[in-house]
């Protein structure tokens, strides 16, 4: 079955600990990308790769990192949570590059950092 | 920068009448857009899109949006809500640098 994965689906944290949320398509798709949802917000994005080592900034950048070593998998990465960055978290791909290309997302992760 | 706006964070109809879900686009080139809906602890599955062409655009559940460039709108209607329509929806619009810009998001709601 076509789908992206993520994981944890949920994660309790303490601030200053860092963690590593994984998320990995088997779709075979170019593109990836991390958002954020946050009530009234909408979804904002965090991170995107438009391809294996190419990572591009999205709105909401600060105190996150992201990589991309291999086409199926881009974890996202905070190196010392904040309370602040207590959201949603999608991952989402999608096979072109092209701007009329429909996103897939995964699941969600809901993150808590106290 | 492009934004969306969608009125209405919660939007409650009864089982059988209109659904009519409002969103509006600033673009300063022609927009690609699209609508997404998000199903309790799912992620967001797309509804529909318009890219060039015909402005009326159908999508899966029986929803359509209509593109209106010179309101920059891009409303959600449905002729008939069913109790499974029950979710938040999210327009979007598509800019510069391969990122799309979502709206704050609709919570629909259907009563029996």
């Known amino acids: 079955e076509a789908q992206v994965t993520q994981n944890p689906r949920y994660l309790i944290t303490v601030t200053g600990k860092k963690l590593t949320v994984t998320c990995s398509q088997n779709m075979n798709h170019e593109y990836m990308s991390w958002y954020r949802q946050d009530p009234g917000l909408g979804l904002r994005q965090i991170y995107y790769?438009?391809?294996?080592?190419?990572?591009d900034k999205g709105d909401v950048p600060e105190g996150y990192k992201v990589s991309r070593k291999e086409k199926r998998n881009f974890p996202l990465i905070l190196e010392s949570p904040s309370p602040n960055q207590t959201s949603l978290y999608f991952c989402a791909s999608k096979g072109s590059t092209s701007y009329n290309s429909p996103l897939h997302f995964g699941n969600g992760t809901r993150l808590t950092v106290t | 920068a492009q934004s969306v706006t969608q009125l209405g964070s919660h939007v409650s109809v009864s089982e059988g009448a209109l659904v009519l879900l409002r969103c509006n686009y600033s673009s300063s080139v022609p927009p690609y857009l699209f609508w997404y809906v998000q199903y309790p602890n799912q992620g967001l599955q797309l509804l529909l899109k318009?890219?060039?062409?015909?402005?009326l655009v159908k999508g899966i559940n029986g929803f359509e949006a209509e593109f209106k460039k010179s309101e920059t709108s891009f409303h959600l209607t449905k002729p008939s809500a069913h109790m499974s329509d029950a979710a938040e929806y999210f327009c979007a619009v598509h800019n510069a640098g391969n990122m799309l810009t979502f709206g704050g998001g609709t919570r629909l709601m259907v009563k029996p």
């Open positions: 790769s438009m391809n294996v080592e190419v990572t």
């Open positions: 318009y890219t060039t062409g015909a402005t």
